[in-house]
């Protein structure tokens, strides 16, 4: 008897999974869908065009020991090339010597000194400096650090950020331009997005046609 209900377990089981697979498989958005919901959460897809002067210093044992989530690994990996390409000298700098040398490439800035100049000599991230401070696009899902996404998008087209903390150095952000991606570029990521949340509805759906009572705990 025992041996029947774990078979009638088993089989019950398998179909259980097989009908959610199932249903999971066979639903496609439509390209009207697709639209609907790009244009319904336009703000998500905005790209911003910026340069960036990275001033590098070397941090502390106690923050160096600092474990990290996978999410902030992840993050911090999109800045590693800045740091690994900051010269030795650079690395030698403390945070106060960084902070200061940051200020004052703000202040010149200010002045209108011309940013990719300003780039090519002052920043640590030789592959962007040799561009005249060039980082390409951000948006707003970019694995780039909360915070250097929150400046940046704070930003005007033309304005320059003030020097934004990172565990490793100070960046300087200059906005070049916003745009927006098509929805050729995200149309994979919204169809992923529509069929998860349809499946969940159906999911929901399910749990709400029964109560479970528990008799005996």
């Known amino acids: ?3 029947m209900n774990g078979l009638e377990f088993t089989r019950l089981n398998s179909l259980a999974q097989a009908e959610l697979a199932r249903y999971r498989e066979s639903y496609h958005p439509s390209s009207a869908e697709e639209q609907k919901f790009y244009d319904e ?4 897809w905005m790209e911003a065009k910026f340069k960036a002067i990275y001033v590098s210093f070397q941090n502390e044992p106690a923050h ?3 474990a990290l989530t996978a999410e902030e690994a992840a993050r911090e990996a999109a800045l590693k090339s800045a740091a690994a390409q ?3 000298d650079a690395q030698k700098r403390t945070e106060a010597e960084a902070k200061a040398r940051a200020e004052e490439i703000i202040k010149q800035l200010s002045g209108g000194a011309d940013f990719a100049k300003l780039a090519a000599e002052y920043s640590d991230d030789k592959a962007s400096a ?3 401070g060039d980082f390409g696009t951000a948006g707003k899902y970019s694995p780039y650090p909360e915070v250097l996404k929150k ?3 704070a930003l005007k087209p033309g304005q320059v950020s003030e020097a934004v903390r990172q565990p490793n150095g100070y960046y300087i ?3 070049e331009s916003f745009s927006k991606q098509p929805l050729s570029e995200v149309q994979s990521t919204i169809a992923q997005e529509l069929a998860r949340d349809h499946f969940n509805d159906w999911v929901k759906s399910i749990e709400a046609r029964y109560n479970i009572d528990i008799v005996d705990p």
């Open 1 to 3: 008897r025992e041996l």
């Open 41 to 44: 959460h336009s703000d998500r």
């Open 64 to 66: 160096a020991a600092q």
């Open 86 to 88: 900051a010269s030795t």
């Open 130 to 132: 040799a561009k005249g």
């Open 151 to 153: 400046a940046l998008f």
């Open 173 to 175: 952000l200059r906005l």
